[in-house]
């Protein structure tokens, strides 16, 4: 079994619609959760990150993260073609800080249809 | 916001010869950075962290006579893949990062060996 689990799609959506991705993960250590965008044939970037459980809320974007079923989401609303990328999710322990080993989703690529 | 330049974005080598793929945190001085690895459709797998000065703590599986990681100085690492084959052919990516900060990435390196 792998630490983290996130289905690869690919997910196509109408413009405007409301955009769920998740993942899934083993590991009980994990404290950090972050989910990151990457377009084709470039770097992943940042686009939220949580520590622990909860809600957070970015513009069109907001991420869950539930510890007890170890079950994180991205919610995009109003999706536009611009978000059509490979969203990854990525997760760490506690650890030295400056040293976090991040263990990466297989990414899910979305594509927005005008 | 953080920046990250890798160079080159795309090499092509032959069978044999070595390649050096550069990583420079333009705007912070980064303590630790990442070198990872990603085939088409699938996950980062990181390779190997490196902190300023002294070698770089590879992950199990990754050759570390193959792989040679330098991170001379608080803004530049580099990947030397030595005796390049073709199943060496992936995109490389580098992150980097400060005690303040998540992970920048990289734009990547596609490496196609011939």
């Known amino acids: 079994q792998k630490e983290v689990e996130q289905d690869p799609g690919p997910l196509s959506v109408p413009e405007g619609a409301i955009v769920s991705l998740n993942c899934t993960y083993s590991?009980?250590?994990?404290?950090?959760f972050m989910w990151y965008r990457q377009y084709s044939r470039k770097g992943p970037e940042l686009l939220m990150y949580?520590?622990?459980?909860g809600n957070k809320e970015d513009g069109r974007f907001t991420a869950q993260v539930d510890k007890s079923s170890k079950y994180i989401s991205l919610f995009i609303r109003d999706s536009q073609p611009s978000d059509s990328a490979t969203y990854l999710c990525?997760?760490?322990?506690?650890?030295?800080?400056?040293?976090?080993?991040?263990?990466f989703g297989t990414g899910t690529r979305l594509t927005i249809i005008p | 916001g953080a920046v990250v330049s890798q160079h080159p974005s795309r090499v092509i080598c032959k069978s044999g010869t070595s390649v050096k793929i550069e990583c420079r945190s333009l705007?912070?001085?980064?303590?630790?950075m990442f070198w990872y690895r990603q085939f088409p459709k699938q996950s980062l797998m990181l390779m190997a962290t490196s902190n300023e000065g002294s070698k770089a703590t590879y992950e199990q599986g990754v050759e570390k006579d193959k792989f040679l990681i330098n991170h001379a100085s608080l803004t530049l690492s580099t990947l030397t893949v030595t005796s390049a084959h073709p199943e060496d052919s992936s995109f490389y990516i580098c992150s980097a990062r400060d005690f303040r900060r998540f992970s920048t990435f990289g734009s990547g390196t596609r490496l196609t060996v011939v």
């Open positions: 949580t520590y622990s459980s």
């Open positions: 590991n009980s250590a994990f404290q950090y």
């Open positions: 990525a997760m760490s322990p506690i650890s030295n800080f400056g040293n976090e080993k991040l263990t």
């Open positions: 705007d912070f001085q980064a303590t630790t």
